[in-house]
C-alpha cells in the first residue's frame, strides 16, 4: 500500500476496494481522501462503487430449509455408495458382454458354411469397435489429464 | 474415541478427524462434513445461484473429497483443500450451463433481503428503491464472469477477508482486489445504466 507511485491505477483501485471493506489503514485512508478530493471523477466513481457496496451489504443468502441439513450427510455417503455401486455393475457388465460377444463371434468365424463377406464383414466390425473404443478412451483421458481451468486454479 | 466423536464432535481437531477418515471411520468424516456443510452449499449457491443445483454439487464434492480422502494432508485446513474439488465442480457446472443454455433452476431465489438491514429502513420508498436496486445488482452478479463473481461472493456474502480469498482460490491478493473491483464495476455499471 506504500507504493510511491502514488497515481496508478490499479493501486488507486486497490485502495478504494480495501476502503469499502474495511481493509484500509488509517494511513492509507488519508491518502484516499487526499485523492478523491482531488479528483472529480475519481470521488464519482467512488460514490458509485458505494452504492453498490450498500446494496450488496444489504443482501444475504436465501436459507434452505432446516430439513436439508438433517439429511445432508446421508446423501453424501448415499452418493459415495451408488458411485461404487455402479463403478462394479459397469465393469461386471463389460467384461460379461465382452465375453459373450467374443464367443459369440468365435462361434460364427468357427462355421466353416461362412461366406467369406460376413467374415470380413464381422473383422471390419470388431475392428472399427476397437478403434473407437481405443479413440473415445484416449480422449477421455486426456480430458482429464489436461485440466480446462487451470489459468483458475493456479 | 468413538465415543468421544459421538459426544463432542466439536472439540474433536479438524487434524484428528481427517486421520481417523483416512483410517476408515466414516463417522470422522461425517463430522467433517457437518462443520462445513453450510460454508459449501452457501459456496456452491454463489456461484450457480440454484437451491437444487447448489445441494447436488456441494454434495458430489464431499461424496469425492470423501473417495479422495487418502489424500488430504492432515496438517493443511481442509476446507482449503475441499474448496478445490468444489470449485472445479461448479465452474464445470457453469460451463455447461452456458453451453446447453439451460435456465437457472429457480432464478431469483438464492438472494434474500438481510433482516438486519430491512428492520433498520423505515422510509417504505426508500425500501422498494432498494430493493430494486438489488434485484439489478442480483441479476448482473449472474452475469458476472465465474472468477469476478467467485471473489465477489466471497467477500460480500461470507464476509472473508482479503487474505482468506486469496488462500482458498489460491491467487495473490492484488488480483482478489483486481477481480472485486472489475466485478463492483460491472454492478455500478448496471445500476447506472437503469437508473440514467
Redesign the interface.
Known amino acids: 500500500m506504500n507504493d510511491p507511485n502514488r497515481n496508478d491505477p ?1 493501486r488507486v ?2 485502495f ?3 476502503a ?2 474495511g ?1 484500509l489503514s488509517v494511513k492509507d485512508q488519508a491518502e484516499l481522501q487526499e485523492m478523491l478530493d482531488s479528483d472529480a471523477a475519481l470521488r464519482a ?1 467512488w460514490e ?2 458505494q ?3 450498500e ?10 430449509p432446516e430439513e ?2 438433517d439429511q ?2 446421508d ?3 448415499n ?2 455408495e451408488r ?1 461404487i455401486g455402479w463403478l462394479f455393475l459397469s465393469a461386471g457388465l463389460f467384461v460379461v458382454f465382452g465375453w459373450a460377444i467374443w464367443r459369440w463371434i468365435d462361434l460364427l468365424l468357427a462355421d466353416t458354411a461362412l461366406p467369406w463377406i460376413v467374415r470380413a464383414g464381422i473383422f471390419g466390425a470388431v475392428f472399427g469397435g476397437g478403434v473407437l473404443f481405443v479413440s473415445v478412451a484416449r480422449e477421455k483421458w486426456f480430458t482429464r489429464k489436461r ?3 487451470k489459468e ?3 | 474415541m468413538e465415543m468421544v466423536l459421538e459426544r463432542e464432535p466439536s472439540v474433536v481437531s479438524e487434524r484428528d478427524l481427517i486421520l481417523r477418515a483416512q483410517a476408515g471411520e ?1 463417522r470422522a468424516f ?1 463430522i467433517l ?2 462443520r462445513y ?2 460454508r459449501a ?2 459456496a456452491a ?2 456461484f450457480v445461484g440454484s ?1 437444487d443445483d447448489a ?1 447436488d454439487l456441494s ?2 464434492a ?2 469425492r473429497a ?2 479422495a480422502r487418502h489424500r488430504i494432508n492432515p496438517d493443511m485446513p481442509f476446507y482449503t483443500w475441499f474448496y ?1 474439488i468444489l ?2 465442480l461448479c ?2 457446472f457453469t ?1 455447461d450451463r452456458k453451453l446447453h443454455r439451460n435456465k437457472l433452476r429457480d432464478q431469483k ?7 438486519a ?2 428492520s433498520s429502513e423505515r422510509d417504505p420508498v426508500r425500501l422498494v428503491e ?1 430493493r430494486e ?2 434485484e439489478l ?2 441479476s448482473a452478479i449472474e452475469e458476472l464472469p ?2 469476478e463473481r467467485e471473489v ?1 461472493v466471497l ?3 461470507e464476509g472473508l ?2 487474505r482468506e480469498i486469496a488462500e482458498v ?3 495473490p491478493i ?1 488480483t482478489v ?2 477481480r ?2 472489475a466485478a ?2 460491472s ?2 455499471r448496471a ?2 445504466e437503469t437508473t440514467t
Not at chain 1, 446494496?55 to 434452505?64: A, K, N
Request: with cysteine.
Open positions: 490499479e483501485q486497490a478504494m476496494m480495501a469499502l471493506d481493509e466513481e458509485r462503487l452504492t453498490v457496496k446494496v450488496t451489504t444489504s443482501m444475504t443468502y436465501r436459507e434452505p436439508v441439513w445432508y450427510w446423501s453424501v455417503y452418493q459415495t458411485k485440466d480446462p481451468y483458475i486454479q493456479r | 466414516r461425517g462434513v457437518e456443510m453450510r452449499y452457501f449457491l454463489g437451491h445441494l454434495q458430489d464431499f461424496a470423501y473417495r478445490q470449485r472445479r465452474f464445470n460451463r431465489c438464492w438472494i434474500a433481503d438481510d433482516a438491514f430491512r432498494k436496486a438489488r445488482v442480483r465465474g472468477r465477489l467477500k460480500e456474502f477477508k482479503y482460490i489460491g491467487v492484488g482486489m483486481s472485486l473491483y463492483r464495476k454492478l455500478a445500476i447506472e
